[in-house]
């Protein structure tokens, strides 16, 4: 496996960089600091009145971070790059520059690619992918189950080999309980950690649905996914982790229920962990009236009570990380009727505002602690946190991101890197924006513009 | 027809006002009376006439000309009324709905219709009733009596009984009813 | 019952794709509608039953989903008006793969047309279709969420046998889950002041029935003798694959108004059915012949209502709703 690494041009010909002005938050804490990083991109000091000509540093290009946070990069466990099958929509190029647009160094892409990231070839392409795109650290997941049908198992210690550490079928659930604890065991006994990442839909329950079932969906006359579809997968596969001790990871929370089941199994002791998406802290079912499939998503958008536990368990623990389930498509796909369109939303260059506008300024987190849900918390998830999420000190490698929490931004897609357009956000004012984006110490993102 | 015209002119509605009393009650009265002996003599009879009042301002005044036709010749005169919202030429233009359902009480073939309006202004109301009549059988004559003719025509459209003819401003308004004929304007 | 209104102006009634866009004032909205289809009614009866109140206007019936019926009376209704009318019968096949609908909007409109008439399997299929044309659209179903021009001439059958709907207690019998129908009936019916009961098994109802103005029962039995109205719906026989109801056998046991049931209804209560009628199921085959059955009412009454709601779109002008306070 790759590390993430600048190009070998920009290293020789850099004499390092200085990050001015900003406020260095990470997980030991919050404090005003300036950062020199050298050039080889690792960190060399942090703190106010650098002496650079000490470092060696003299010539480094400085880098504004006035009124800015400077943390570490923000990664996403939860990224569809659409390569290899349907560059229409997204390319590992185009949704790179979106992840580094929206602050994040490290990705984790999504399997159910065409063909499906099943195999050590598809693994690679994507894997060499990222590198040529060089903007961010792209890693592979891979899926569970051979082009997750839900019958036969993935080779897993030989994709476990070549980096992969998050397996899932994501796109569905496995639907078979008796194949998903085998999958468990047989992940327990690697080399090396791993975590079985569970989109928990119980299809028998879902199928035929396009929306949450509820108040709405009996108003619109559109079939429903009842909350239980998830909950009951949920409840699955705590029990299964507790059968195998192996560790479970729930992605996409979207209902109070699953966050209760989960808080319950924590307070147990048990080794899960859970993300959300921005659009389940934010968006309601509501939203359908409209009959618009930008709003269309799986798991779908819920009721206003869902959206606050959801809330709450970023709040309290329960849920470790955000993650943006990233889901580009084309228009022409999206302009279906709702019934017939695909289900996904854009989320890698709105998240971090969302996070900020909608957490962070009406009190529901710290600063600190949204960034410990888009950053190290993610990072551990994905056994990246060697690399990514480090604390801001000597020696670590400076994958970093500078934000102004304060600027404030209309979403426009037409403005987005992203190849797509289908962001439920178009219009909304947000705060939050980045400045800068660091990959090794290179700037992927300077002053608000991809640098490649 | 001043309820009509005041709906289609500038401002678009808003309340009539009147400024000078045209005719008083007894007036209308004595030219409703006159109309219905033009009538009568016109078409020697009343053998074969049909009185049909447009929606809404000519509706009182053919019932108040069927009264006074009764009352002369004894004759219970057929009548019917007309709405002519579905034939005006100026659709798109901000016409009006119906103002009530159309009533023809007879068969028109070879009768002599007698139209009747309260006001006759640009013709072109006539016009889209002249239409309308010919869907429900082919008329034998087609007469018109109204009780103001204010001028102002855009049609070559006579009529062949009036009440009165009042020459009037184009911005001015006419308003017939029960206790007289008023010239005002709109006013938002 | 949806809360979404598309009229993006005040008194101005853009398009027809809910029951909602008829407000603010849906009562007066609908009233509005039954006044203008009297004149319409009366056209109708006349041995030339046409005007020229649409003429040069053209009117396309965009049909994703089989209706002869429906086609045929609103492009009747559009002929009563000396209105040209087009038909595009698109296939499902077309339309499954998700292909050119925004395409096929932009096609019809190139070659200029005043109001596109849209039924479609899919929910929200006319709203979308409003964003992307300039022409007046109108729902002539789509899906399970609406079909109002349904309801409006529902409404005028009914005001036509008793004055007015308030106060009147209506029944709705049948699959309701899978109905537009139902749904635009109700809001219709509730905006007049008619007390709806939903009558269907539990499987048959809506998942939620939060802030639907209606009761609900599982019982025909008990409210057939204070009915005025029993409106039947089709009952399809693809609901018994998705274990919905167990058989037809027993749903016609439990919901099919037999003539035993008829004979239980008021001497004055009316029997409604939105058609095609599936005889010896929701209404036997008697019973659907008797006099206070309307079905026939309710087909004739579809023209003159859809005259009237074509009228209202291409032919009024700005006359709708408020009135400009003096």
């Given at each position: 496996m790759s590390d993430a690494r600048a190009r070998k041009d920009d290293v020789s010909e850099s004499a390092g960089w200085i990050i001015v002005g900003g406020t260095v938050i990470d997980r030991t804490g919050e404090r005003r600091a300036?950062?020199?990083?050298?050039?080889?991109?690792?960190?060399?000091?942090?703190?106010?009145?650098?002496?650079?000509?000490?470092?060696?540093?003299a010539d480094a290009t400085r880098l504004d971070a006035t009124g800015c946070i400077v943390a570490p990069g923000l990664v996403d466990i939860h990224t569809h790059l659409r390569e290899p099958g349907r560059e229409e929509a997204e390319t590992v190029e185009t949704g790179s520059r979106a992840a580094a647009l929206g602050g994040y160094t490290a990705v984790v892409a999504m399997p159910n690619t065409e063909p499906t990231i099943d195999s050590v070839a598809i693994v690679r392409q994507v894997l060499d992918a990222g590198v040529a795109a060089g903007l961010c650290d792209v890693r592979s997941s891979a899926a569970i189950t051979m082009d997750r049908?839900?019958?036969?198992?993935?080779?897993?210690?030989?994709?476990?080999?070549?980096?992969?550490?998050?397996?899932?079928?994501?796109?569905?659930?496995?639907?078979?309980?008796?194949?998903?604890?085998?999958?468990?065991?047989?992940?327990?006994?690697?080399?090396?950690?791993?975590?079985?990442?569970?989109?928990?839909?119980?299809?028998?329950?879902?199928?035929?649905?396009?929306?949450?079932?509820?108040?709405?969906?009996?108003?619109?006359?559109?079939?429903?996914?009842?909350?239980?579809?998830?909950?009951?997968?949920?409840?699955?596969?705590?029990?299964?982790?507790?059968?195998?001790?192996?560790?479970?990871?729930?992605?996409?929370?979207?209902?109070?229920?699953?966050?209760?089941?989960?808080?319950?199994?924590?307070?147990?002791?048990?080794?899960?962990?859970?993300?959300?998406?921005?659009?389940?802290?934010?968006?309601?079912?509501?939203?359908?009236?409209?009959?618009?499939?930008?709003?269309?998503v799986n798991p779908p958008l819920r009721t206003a009570e869902d959206v606050a536990a959801v809330k709450a368990g970023l709040a309290d623990g329960t849920i470790d990380a955000i993650a943006t389930?990233?889901?580009?498509?084309?228009?022409?796909?999206?302009?279906?009727?709702?019934?017939?369109?695909?289900?996904?939303?854009?989320g890698l260059e709105t998240a971090l505002a969302l996070g900020i506008t909608e957490l962070v300024e009406p009190g529901v987190l710290t600063m600190r602690e949204l960034l410990a849900l888009m950053s190290w918390n993610p990072a551990a998830i994905a056994g990246i946190a060697d690399v990514h999420g480090?604390?801001?000190?000597?020696?670590?490698?400076?994958?970093?991101?500078?934000?102004?929490?304060?600027?404030?931004?209309?979403?426009?897609p037409s403005q987005f890197a992203s190849k797509s357009d289908n962001t439920p956000y178009r219009g909304r004012v947000v705060r939050g924006k980045v400045r800068h984006t660091l990959l090794c110490g290179v700037p992927m993102v300077h002053d608000g513009k991809a640098t490649r | 027809m001043a309820e009509r015209e005041r709906r289609l002119a500038p401002p678009y509605g808003g309340v009539f006002v009147p400024r000078t009393r045209v005719m008083g009650a007894d007036d209308l009265k004595r030219a409703t009376k006159r109309m219905a002996?033009?009538?009568?003599?016109?078409?020697?009879?009343?053998?074969?006439?049909?009185?049909?009042?447009?929606?809404?301002g000519g509706v009182p005044l053919a019932a108040r000309l069927h009264q006074q036709l009764e009352a002369i010749e004894g004759v219970d005169v057929p009548i019917g009324t007309l709405d002519v919202a579905f034939y005006r030429d100026d659709i798109g233009l901000r016409p009006v709905l119906p103002e009530a359902v159309t009533d023809i009480p007879c068969d028109l073939q070879g009768r002599i219709v007698v139209l009747v309006d309260d006001v006759l202004f640009t013709g072109r109301t006539i016009r889209a009733a002249l239409d309308a009549l010919s869907d429900h059988g082919r008329a034998k004559a087609v007469q018109l009596a109204v009780m103001v003719d204010r001028g102002h025509r855009e049609l070559p459209i006579r009529p062949d009984f009036v009440g009165k003819n009042l020459p009037t401003r184009r911005d001015e308004v006419v308003d017939v009813n029960v206790d007289g004929v008023d010239l005002g304007e709109m006013r938002r | 019952m949806s809360r979404l209104v598309t009229n993006p102006r005040h008194g101005e009634l853009r398009n027809l794709l809910s029951i909602a866009d008829l407000g603010p004032d849906v009562a007066a909205g609908i009233g509005e509608v039954m006044t203008l289809t009297d004149s319409f009614v009366e056209v109708s009866e006349r041995t030339i039953p046409k005007v020229p109140a649409l003429r040069g206007r053209t009117v396309v019936s965009l049909f994703f989903e089989d209706s002869t019926r429906t086609r045929?009376?609103?492009?009747?209704?559009?002929?009563?008006?000396?209105?040209?009318?087009?038909?595009?019968?698109?296939?499902?096949?077309?339309?499954?793969?998700?292909?050119?609908?925004?395409?096929?909007?932009?096609?019809?409109?190139?070659?200029?047309?005043?109001?596109?008439?849209?039924?479609?399997?899919?929910?929200?299929v006319p709203l979308q279709i409003a964003r992307w044309a300039q022409s007046a659209v109108i729902n002539a179903g789509d899906g399970w969420h609406e079909h109002p021009t349904q309801a409006l001439l529902d409404c005028y059958t009914i005001r036509q046998r008793f004055g007015d709907l308030a106060g009147r207690r209506i029944?709705?019998?049948?699959?309701?889950?899978?109905?537009?129908?139902?749904?635009?009936?109700?809001?219709?019916?509730?905006?007049?002041?008619?007390?709806?009961?939903?009558?269907?098994?539990?499987?048959?109802?809506?998942?939620?029935?939060?802030?639907?103005?209606?009761?609900?029962?599982?019982?025909?039995?008990?409210m057939l003798p204070e009915l005025d109205v029993c409106y039947l719906l089709r009952m399809q026989r693809e609901r018994m694959t998705e274990a919905l109801i167990p058989s037809l056998r027993e749903y016609v046991a439990r919901y099919g108004l037999d003539a035993a049931r008829a004979d239980r209804l008021p001497e004055h209560a009316l029997i409604m059915h939105p058609g095609p009628m599936n005889?010896?199921?929701?209404?036997?085959?008697?019973?659907?012949?008797?006099?206070?059955?309307?079905?026939?009412?309710?087909?004739?009454?579809?023209?003159?209502?859809?005259?009237?709601?074509l009228f209202l779109l291409l032919g009024s002008g700005t006359g709708w709703g408020g009135e400009v306070e003096g």
């Open positions: 300036d950062v020199a990083i050298e050039p080889g991109g690792t960190v060399a000091a942090v703190g106010a009145d650098l002496d650079l000509a000490a470092l060696g540093l049908a839900g019958t036969t198992l993935t080779p897993m210690a030989e994709l476990a080999d070549l980096g992969v550490r998050i397996f899932t079928d994501d796109g569905c659930g496995v639907q078979d309980d008796r194949l998903m604890r085998r999958a468990l065991e047989y992940a327990s006994g690697l080399t090396v950690p791993v975590v079985l990442a569970q989109h928990c839909e119980v299809e028998a329950l879902s199928e035929g649905g396009h929306m949450h079932e509820g108040e709405w969906s009996s108003r619109l006359g559109i079939p429903g996914i009842p909350a239980e579809a998830e909950e009951l997968m949920v409840f699955r596969d705590i029990a299964l982790s507790r059968l195998t001790g192996m560790r479970v990871h729930f992605q996409h929370l979207s209902t109070a229920g699953a966050v209760a089941l989960v808080r319950e199994a924590k307070a147990k002791g048990l080794p899960v962990t859970a993300e959300a998406t921005p659009h389940h802290f934010t968006l309601t079912h509501a939203e359908v009236a409209s009959y618009d499939p930008v709003f269309k389930d990233h889901a580009p498509h084309t228009a022409d796909v999206k302009e279906a009727p709702f019934d017939i369109a695909p289900c996904g939303m854009l480090r604390d801001i000190a000597p020696g670590a490698p400076a994958h970093l991101v500078v934000f102004d929490p304060a600027a404030e931004w209309t979403v426009d | 002996h033009e009538i009568i003599e016109r078409n020697h009879g009343l053998d074969e006439v049909v009185l049909i009042g447009l929606q809404t | 045929l009376s609103f492009e009747t209704a559009a002929k009563r008006l000396s209105a040209d009318t087009m038909n595009f019968s698109v296939s499902t096949s077309s339309v499954k793969k998700g292909e050119s609908l925004r395409d096929t909007i932009e096609t019809i409109e190139a070659m200029g047309v005043d109001a596109i008439v849209v039924r479609h399997s899919s929910a929200g029944a709705i019998v049948g699959d309701i889950r899978h109905s537009r129908v139902a749904r635009s009936d109700v809001a219709a019916f509730t905006a007049l002041g008619a007390e709806v009961t939903l009558v269907a098994p539990p499987t048959l109802l809506p998942p939620s029935l939060e802030g639907w103005p209606v009761k609900v029962s599982h019982d025909l039995d008990e005889r010896g199921v929701e209404i036997n085959a008697e019973v659907a012949d008797r006099p206070n059955t309307v079905i026939i009412d309710q087909v004739r009454n579809g023209v003159a209502v859809r005259m009237a709601v």
